[in-house]
């Protein structure tokens, strides 16, 4: 490819694709981080309501998690408690 050549030059996918990808190449660390975090906020801005299902989502999914989590912590002890007032009636029993 040669390093004169623009986007306007260019046409089909492909090729542009091909040129984008070799103007990465050349950036630093920063300099990508810059390009990637524009892209991410140029599409939020287009596409505003599946950002908000996609945020919506993933904090249904932690709280359902949360909520999981909380339970299997205090099932031993409800458990326990089952089981001592099973004993305990046994006990009155005799």
């Known amino acids: 490819m040669e390093e004169d050549l623009t986007m306007n030059d260019l046409d089909g996918s492909f090729v542009q694709r091909a040129y984008r990808r070799e103007q990465l190449k050349g950036q630093s ?3 990508l981080l810059k390009t990637v975090l524009a892209y991410v906020f140029s599409d939020i ?23 999981l989590k909380g339970l299997i912590d205090v099932a031993p002890i409800a458990l326990l408690k089952v089981a001592q007032d099973q004993a305990g009636a046994i006990d009155i029993g005799l």
């Open 29 to 31: 660390g920063f300099g």
């Open 45 to 67: 801005k287009k596409k505003s309501t599946s950002f908000c299902i996609g945020v919506f989502t993933v904090f249904m999914v932690v709280c359902f998690i949360v909520a």
